[in-house]
T-cell receptor, first 114, second 113 residues
Framework: AQSVAQPEDQVNVAEGNPLTVKCTYS??????LFWYVQYPNRGLQFLLKYITGDNLVKGSYGFEAEFNKSQTSFHLKKPSALVSDSALYFC????????????FGSGTQLTVLP | IAGITQAPTSQILAAGRRMTLRCTQDMRHNAMYWYRQDLGLGLRLIHYSNTAGTTGKGEVPDGYSVSRANTDDFPLTLASAVPSQTSVYFC????????????FGQGTRLTVV
C-alpha cells in the first residue's frame, strides 16, 4: 500500500520569505511524486512532479521540490513567497506498478502574510 | 478549452435519493478517477477506470458505483444517499503513462440532508 503524510495542517510565512511545505511518502519501490495546489472553490492544479533523475524538480509559479530517497521526502519549496501563493497544497504519490491511482496527503494550508 | 467538466456544480439531496454525478473529459485520456475531499482527510479515491470498459474500487467505494461506457464519460452514482456522503467530489483523468499527472475538474459540492 502507498501513503503520503503532510505533517503540517497549516504553514504561515511572511511575504518575501522562503517557504517549505513538507511531504513524506511510503511506497513499494521507486515512486512517482506530485504536488498540486487548490485555490478556494476550485479543482486541483498540477504544480510539478518527480519521475527520475535530478532530485531538484522545478515547476510552475517558481515552485520547486526536492526528492530525498533516504528520507522518503518530497518537500515543496519556493525562495520568495507571494501573498497569491496562499492556498491548499497536496502531495501525492503513485507506485511504479500496475496501479495508476494517485494517493494524496491530507493537505497543507499555506498562508502568506503581507 | 480542453479539460474536465463536472455537473452539477452543487446539489442538496434528500437522504435515500439516487443521484448521478456527471464527468466528461475531452483530452482522450484512458484513465479516469473519482475522489471525495473531506476536511482533514485530503482526497480519497472512490473508484477508478484505467480504460473504457473497465472499472476498479478505490479506498472508499461503499455506497458508490461507476460505469465507463466510453473514453470520455465517467459518471458516479449514489444509489441511496446518506448524510456521510456529504462531500466535495472531484473527477480526474490522466494519460496512460504512470508518470503522467492527473487533471481535475472543478468539483461537485454535494450535501445530503
Amino acid at each position: 500500500a502507498q501513503s503520503v503524510a503532510q505533517p503540517e495542517d497549516q504553514v504561515n510565512v511572511a511575504e518575501g520569505n522562503p517557504l517549505t511545505v513538507k511531504c513524506t511518502y511510503s511506497v513499494s519501490g521507486n515512486p512517482y511524486l506530485f504536488w498540486y495546489v487548490q485555490y478556494p472553490n476550485r479543482g486541483l492544479q498540477f504544480l510539478l512532479k518527480y519521475i527520475t533523475g535530478d532530485n531538484l524538480v522545478k515547476g510552475s509559479y517558481g515552485f520547486e521540490a526536492e526528492f530525498n530517497k533516504s528520507q522518503t521526502s518530497f518537500h515543496l519549496k519556493k525562495p520568495s513567497a507571494l501573498v497569491s501563493d496562499s492556498a491548499l497544497y497536496f502531495c501525492a504519490v503513485r507506485s511504479r506498478g500496475s496501479a495508476r491511482q494517485l494517493t494524496f496527503g491530507s493537505g497543507t494550508q499555506l498562508t502568506v502574510l503581507p | 478549452i480542453a479539460g474536465i467538466t463536472q455537473a452539477p456544480t452543487s446539489q442538496i439531496l434528500a437522504a435515500g435519493r439516487r443521484m448521478t454525478l456527471r464527468c466528461t473529459q475531452d483530452m482522450r485520456h484512458n484513465a479516469m478517477y473519482w475522489y471525495r475531499q473531506d476536511l482533514g482527510l485530503g482526497l480519497r479515491l472512490i473508484h477508478y477506470s484505467n480504460t473504457a470498459g473497465t472499472t476498479g474500487k478505490g479506498e472508499v467505494p461503499d455506497g458508490y458505483s461507476v460505469s465507463r461506457a466510453n473514453t470520455d464519460d465517467f459518471p458516479l452514482t449514489l444509489a441511496s444517499a446518506v448524510p456521510s456522503q456529504t462531500s466535495v467530489y472531484f473527477c480526474a483523468s490522466s494519460d496512460s503513462g504512470q508518470n503522467t499527472e492527473a487533471f481535475f475538474g472543478q468539483g461537485t459540492r454535494l450535501t445530503v440532508v
